[in-house]
């Protein structure tokens, strides 16, 4: 390029919402970069979003721009070019002259206006379409995530070259010869000299690669760079990188010069595994939205995307998947620096046609496929641009598909290809030209991951299975057995209803087989989504046009229920319980030797699709304060120490058996090891070892070695934390364990125990005894079901999914609420929220629905309901009826009494039940209890 005018700063504008056309004199000003949203302009929505935040200044329609600009006599006889980075379907005038129509929502709108430039003063008109898209946009155009903004959000400027410049520069890395092919067009000569040379930075050695000059015919240029032997690799463990230097010399002087940056990396799929430079690699990933609550756009500098990279890097997170969006180049050049794999997606959620078909439309997938090529062509020099997808859960033609595939492939072999993310959910195929396959299951009850929503059952181990460290992936992803011929076992006839979005849509499952075994990399797709309470005290975070009006209605709710000041400890408790649920998910996958990556939902806070609260971090990338980023990594990093073993609940004296074994990625080979592991409470070590490996294998899997130990005869309830650590090493682990005493004894003598307020209980209940009720589950209608697990994603938008596709309906619950410091926990030690203690006794129960019951009157143990119900729900509570006191637990103690759990909670109820501590301060009548019951 020879020079830049940049055109940021004030522009007249104004709204034309019902399209009517141009009407000068313009009525107001607007600074660009921005959109008209982030600038207040326009009316002010009166709305309240609940499934998504609300946009306080929503526009969708024409957005006119005009600025009167001066060109100097310097750029006389230069070609211009006005580029617009990251907007909407854009048309611009010069001097009231057309120059025409661009409509990319990934890559800059860049016009030849060289005709309609000269020395002298010019009047740009660009007019901006947020309706009219070529395509629905997926991410990249939703209320959910980035809102539907009007504007131009990046760079503006009139770009000058000579009449000879470079165009369409790309650099293909070379590491096994240590060298980068260069690609590129010339304009306007016919020949001449290519002068190249690199400059390392980024890294802590720094090399100065020899310049080297290329003579060529023609007007394009294809040479071979070589670096020298000490070139330096990119990678997520070094991402060193290169100042490019690219000199078009004609007839003697320099016509243009182009400078990039480069990264010399190989980016493989090599059997079940991803590999770097010839290391293998396991992707931590994270979705991502473009989700940035405080403008309602993605940013487009370099310093804002660092700042949010390098906290998902902090949380261990290596790859970026972006969901039916790409990012702006900003993102890329971001994760160069840092060192994260990218992966963007065309901006497609729905079904690739063939183009015989009768609902084939021809404009939109054109304008999808060209997309893809445009993305390539933009940001295909990023060293981080490693893979591509072609949209999000797409139906259609696996031919058609597989076509535009092989296109991107042939087209740019920099990056890695798949057909979609979670394409064909319920009849995956692993196309030919695809390199790793991204999906939930290979077959009805072949998952891989650990939680799904109702309408896609079987849910996931996570949510159902009883809590054990022993769980992975590896028999689902490659049965040891296949026991049919493996030939379809569906055809294209077959038309299935499933989620699309936040509704459902009927597809054809096409042909598919259910034997199917992947010979490229697996990634696990969205896994986690375990939902918290929403946290009110982001309301005051929302500043800019964008607003919390959702989390303020369910506040209102919440308070009207009388719940409104337990709002904290919902979001703190079901939060503690969604970090468990994610540390098991995770390991999940690290245990699992024939995967090859996951793809989080999500490490922040989803803003929409009915309000999806599934983050460890906010909206806004800041810590919900429920796990630090060290403890975070223990299970999600380049190193993950686990032991397996098959329970979390143990008696005294019985045998513990734990398998102890660590995935290992990072770039420092290990020689030997010692893990140190010690049994221990917050008073003493009852047992400690070491286990010692001093031969190791170049493996990712090693195998560390067995613990065996009998558990400490404890004389009452204890928590133990089993904790591991690689000497020498920030690689640690820690599981806590419940043991309990061996011989308890439940005595039930003298205790009235019934299952219903019978009129026996009533008269005792008259004569001043004590009653105990355990409710037989199946009487109780008035209830919800226990679901140990909390809800998925969001209730109201899968309630809503299931109810119209008749499906059973999310239990929606999400963990307890523990008033721990109750006496009858003396002997049931408890936090504050659900552990594993609990499993067993939640999953064997229902909750009572109490909200006709006074404000004060609180369950000792609280089920916490989601934000769209917000039902008091107790589990355990007790009150005064009559002149008696009963305590009611709603547990099928049949069911568990065999469990250690079962018997030490039965236990803990009726020892608290003979004490004197027992006295409820609430009052009850007894048909308000029987209502209660019934």
């Known amino acids: 390029m020879y020079k830049s005018i940049d055109l940021s700063g004030s522009w007249d504008f104004q709204l034309d919402e019902e399209k009517a056309g141009l009407k000068l004199p313009f009525s107001d000003t607007m600074t ?3 959109t008209t949203s982030y600038y ?15 946009d306080e200044y929503k526009f969708e329609g024409y957005a006119w721009f005009s600025k009167k600009i001066e060109v100097s006599a310097e750029f006389t006889g230069k070609n211009c070019f006005l580029y617009l980075e990251r907007t909407r379907v854009t048309t611009v005038w010069i001097d009231d002259e057309r120059v025409g129509t661009e409509s990319s929502l990934c890559t800059p709108h860049i016009y030849n206006v060289t005709k309609y430039i000269s020395a002298g003063e010019h009047t740009i008109k660009i007019l901006v379409d947020n309706t009219d898209y070529p395509t629905k946009g997926g991410h990249l155009t939703s209320p959910d995530t980035q809102t539907n903004w009007n504007g131009i959000t990046g760079r503006i400027e009139l770009q000058f070259f000579n009449r000879a410049h470079l165009k369409d520069v790309q650099l293909y890395p070379d590491v096994k010869n240590k060298s980068a092919v260069v690609k590129a067009n010339v304009v306007g000569a016919n020949g001449g000299s290519f002068v190249i040379s690199m400059e390392s930075f980024n890294s802590a050695e720094s090399y100065i690669e020899k310049e080297q000059k290329f003579d060529f015919s023609g007007n394009e240029i294809s040479i071979t760079y070589k670096l020298s032997d000490k070139a330096l690799l990119w990678s997520e463990y070094n991402p060193n ?30 059997g079940d595994k991803f590999t770097i430079n010839g290391e293998k690699t396991f992707l931590r990933g994270k979705h991502d939205g473009l989700i940035f609550p ?26 970026y998947r972006f969901h039916t969006c790409c990012p702006p ?14 992966e963007p997606e065309l901006p497609f959620w729905g079904t690739v046609t063939a183009r015989t078909d009768e609902n084939h439309n021809e404009k939109e997938q054109s304008f999808l496929v060209e997309e893809g090529f445009r993305i390539l062509k933009s940001f295909g020099n990023h060293p981080s641009f490693v893979m591509m997808s072609m949209g999000n859960e797409l139906w259609g033609s696996r031919e058609r598909i597989n076509e535009i595939l092989g296109g991107y492939r042939k087209f740019d072999n920099r990056h890695l290809y798949t057909e979609g993310s979670n394409n064909f959910q319920f009849s995956p195929v692993i196309l ?5 396959f991204c999906g939930v299951r290979f077959a009805k009850n072949r998952l891989i991951r650990g939680s799904y929503a109702m309408c896609d059952a079987p849910l996931g181990h996570v949510q159902v299975g009883e809590p054990n460290t022993l769980r992975d992936y590896d028999e689902h992803i490659h049965p040891a057995e296949i026991n049919s011929d493996g030939k379809a076992s569906s055809n294209s006839e077959n038309t299935i209803e499933i989620q699309y979005g936040t509704t459902v849509k009927k597809v054809s499952a096409g042909e598919y087989d259910e034997n199917i075994i992947p010979k490229v990399p697996v990634v696990s797709h969205e896994i986690g989504q375990y939902a918290t309470f929403p946290n009110f005290n982001e309301i005051k975070k929302y500043t800019g046009s964008i607003k919390a009006k959702n989390f303020e209605i369910f506040k209102e709710r919440l308070e009207k229920k009388g719940l409104g000041d337990l709002a904290e400890k919902y979001f703190n408790c079901s939060g503690k319980l969604a970090m468990a649920c994610y540390k098991e998910e995770l390991e999940a996958a690290f245990r699992s030797r024939k995967m090859a990556g996951f793809q989080i939902l999500d490490l922040q806070d989803f803003a929409g699709q009915g309000t999806a609260l599934v983050g460890v971090l906010d909206a806004f990338m800041d810590s919900k304060g429920l796990i630090s980023d060290k403890e975070w990594k223990t299970f999600c990093s380049a190193a993950v120490l686990m032991a397996r073993f098959e329970k979390y609940n143990y008696a005294a004296g019985e045998n513990f058996k734990a398998h102890v074994e660590l995935s290992y990625y990072k770039n420092v080979p290990l020689k030997n090891l010692n893990v140190l592991w010690k049994l221990k409470d917050e008073e003493q070590t009852y047992k400690e070892g070491k286990l010692t490996v001093s031969e190791l294998e170049n493996s990712n899997y090693i195998d560390i070695g067995d613990i065996e130990i009998a558990m400490p005869n404890v004389a009452s309830m204890k928590k133990l934390k089993l904790q591991l650590e690689v000497d020498g090493t920030d690689i640690e682990k820690y599981y806590d364990l419940w043991i309990y005493p061996k011989n308890i004894s439940v005595d039930k003598t003298g205790i009235n125990i019934f299952n219903e307020l019978s009129k026996e209980a009533e008269t005792l209940l008259k004569n001043g005894e004590n009653v105990v009720l355990l409710p037989t589950l199946e009487n109780l209608k008035n209830s919800i079901e226990g679901f140990y697990c909390t809800d998925f994603w969001c209730y109201p938008m899968f309630r ?74 107790g589990l355990m509570f007790e009150c005064k009826v009559n002149k008696g ?4 637990c709603s547990c099928d103690f049949d069911k568990i009494i065999d469990k250690p759990e079962g018997k030490q909670l039965l236990y803990s109820i009726l020892k608290y039940v003979r004490s004197g501590e027992f006295n409820p301060n609430i009052e009850l009548d007894a048909d308000a209890l029987k209502n209660l019951l019934k």
């Open 32 to 34: 660009l970069p921005g």
């Open 40 to 54: 207040k302009k326009g009316k002010k929505n009166k709305n309240a979003e609940i499934g998504c935040l609300t």
């Open 241 to 270: 990188l290169y100042n490019v230097k690219l000199e078009l010399v004609i007839d003697g002087e320099v016509a243009d010069t182009y400078k990039t940056i480069f990264g010399l990396r190989e980016f493989k799929a090599e």
């Open 294 to 319: 405080l403008t309602g756009f993605a940013p487009t500098t370099v310093e804002e995307w660092l700042k949010v990279l390098k906290i998902s890097k902090s949380y261990g997170i290596n790859h």
């Open 329 to 342: 180049e900003a993102a890329f050049e971001a994760a160069d620096l840092l060192g994260i794999y990218m």
């Open 432 to 436: 030919e030209n695809e390199d790793f």
């Open 800 to 873: 809503s999914i299931s109810e119209s596709m008749n499906k059973e309906v999310p239990v929606g619950t999400m963990g307890l609420l523990i008033d721990n410091n109750h006496p009858i926990f003396k002997d049931f030690y408890s936090e504050e929220y659900s552990t594993y203690q609990w499993w067993n006794i939640v999953t064997n129960s229902r909750s009572v629905i109490m909200d006709d019951t006074a404000k004060e009157f609180r369950p000792i143990v609280q089920t916490i309901d989601n934000f769209e119900r917000n039902h008091k729900l």
């Open 885 to 888: 006191k009963v305590f009611v």
